[in-house]
């Protein structure tokens, strides 16, 4: 991967779209799911530029990693996790309906991921 090393542990199986990964984190890392970027990155993956305090649940939003989301939200993260300006991540997605499940709390009835964490 092309961050590896470059950024936590979290981020990077967010960016793989590896719940499992998320979860055995979370587990062992208690308040992983709310790590912050200590700078700005751009992630060619997607393309998304991942800015000094986002957290892990802002780039599972912005990389529509819908598992990776499921495992940050079940591990204590939140919509209104706020970025290093202030930015909730509820304010950060641009997909309407992305934003109204999560915001409902209607994970379950997301459509089901394909590898790599993208929408099926």
């Given at each position: 991967m092309v961050h590896a090393g470059s950024v936590?542990?979290?981020f990077e199986a967010v960016l793989a779209g590896d719940p499992a990964g998320i979860d055995a984190i979370a587990?062992?890392?208690?308040g992983a799911a709310a790590q912050?970027?200590?700078r700005d990155i751009f992630v060619a993956e997607l393309p998304h530029?991942?800015?000094r305090g986002d957290t892990p649940l802002h780039l599972a939003a912005a990389g529509l990693r819908y598992g990776a989301a499921r495992a940050l939200l079940a591990a204590g993260a939140t919509m209104a996790d706020?970025?290093?300006n202030g930015v909730a991540v509820a304010d950060r997605i641009q997909g309407r309906t992305l934003r109204n499940a999560l915001a409902a709390g209607q994970l379950s009835g997301w459509p089901s991921a394909r590898p790599g964490g993208q929408p099926g």
């Amino acid at each position: 991967m092309v961050h590896a090393g470059s950024v936590e542990a979290i981020f990077e199986a967010v960016l793989a779209g590896d719940p499992a990964g998320i979860d055995a984190i979370a587990a062992r890392t208690p308040g992983a799911a709310a790590q912050r970027m200590d700078r700005d990155i751009f992630v060619a993956e997607l393309p998304h530029m991942l800015y000094r305090g986002d957290t892990p649940l802002h780039l599972a939003a912005a990389g529509l990693r819908y598992g990776a989301a499921r495992a940050l939200l079940a591990a204590g993260a939140t919509m209104a996790d706020a970025d290093g300006n202030g930015v909730a991540v509820a304010d950060r997605i641009q997909g309407r309906t992305l934003r109204n499940a999560l915001a409902a709390g209607q994970l379950s009835g997301w459509p089901s991921a394909r590898p790599g964490g993208q929408p099926g």
